[in-house]
Structure formats: structure tokens, C-alpha cells
């Protein structure tokens, strides 16, 4: 019985440190619920602009994100931080966002855009 016990302890300790692995999304704050919207064209960057279609629902459009990044090695990891808080609303906007990137960003050897879906874009 003992034996068992531990047994099962091991396992749900050991399959909890299963889910931590590697996920660099989980050290990310994306702020109030959103999402990036993926179409054949945006996300992309020209010209220095990241242009970044998002979704999310609320009372009304117009919600503030704000242009987050970190840089590693030669690795820029990008992502928005939605500063408006969620509303219990039904209505459903979705809105273009374009942010000017930094020379430090645009030199990376690789930009990665992190999202709140936990899916990495390269760019």
C-alpha cells in the first residue's frame, strides 16, 4: 500500500514537471485575454513595422496593447501586453495594430512572435 502510494506520488510529480518544460510563452505576460489573428499576409513586418491583426471581445474597439520584446543571442522573441482589461460583453472586435521596431530587433538573426495561444511565428 505504501509502495503504491509513492508510486503515485512519483508519477503526478513527475508529470507536473512534464508540463514546464520549455515553454518560453509561459514567462510571457499577454495582460487581458486576446488573440492573434494568422492570415496568409499579417503577422509581418515591412519597412521596420510589425503589422499584427488581433481579436478579442469586449463593449467596444479600441482596446490598448502594448509592444513587448526580449533579445537573446541573436534571437528577438516579440509579443503584445493587452493593457484593457476583459469585458463581459458579447461583442467580438478585431483590429490591424502596427508597431515601429527597434534596429536591435530588426539585426536579430530570427524575430519570434510569441502568442497567447502558446504559438511561436517566425518572422
Known amino acids: 500500500m505504501k509502495s503504491t502510494f509513492l508510486l503515485i506520488l512519483f508519477i503526478v510529480l513527475f508529470g507536473c514537471t512534464e508540463n514546464n518544460t520549455d515553454s518560453n510563452s509561459q514567462e510571457i ?15 509581418s513586418i515591412e519597412n521596420g513595422i510589425l503589422t499584427i491583426r488581433v481579436g478579442y471581445s469586449g463593449c467596444n474597439a479600441g482596446h490598448s496593447f502594448e509592444f513587448k520584446n526580449r533579445i537573446t543571442n541573436s534571437l ?48
Not at 505576460?29 to 503577422?43: H, K, Q, R
Open 76 to 123: 528577438s522573441e516579440i509579443w503584445l501586453l493587452k493593457l484593457t482589461n476583459d469585458q463581459l460583453c458579447d461583442a467580438y472586435f478585431v483590429e490591424d495594430l502596427a508597431f515601429v521596431l527597434s534596429e536591435s530587433i530588426l539585426n536579430s538573426d530570427e524575430i519570434v512572435l510569441a502568442t497567447p495561444n502558446d504559438e511561436r511565428i517566425s518572422l
Open 29 to 43: 505576460e499577454f495582460g487581458a485575454s486576446y488573440s492573434v489573428v494568422i492570415t496568409s499576409d499579417l503577422p
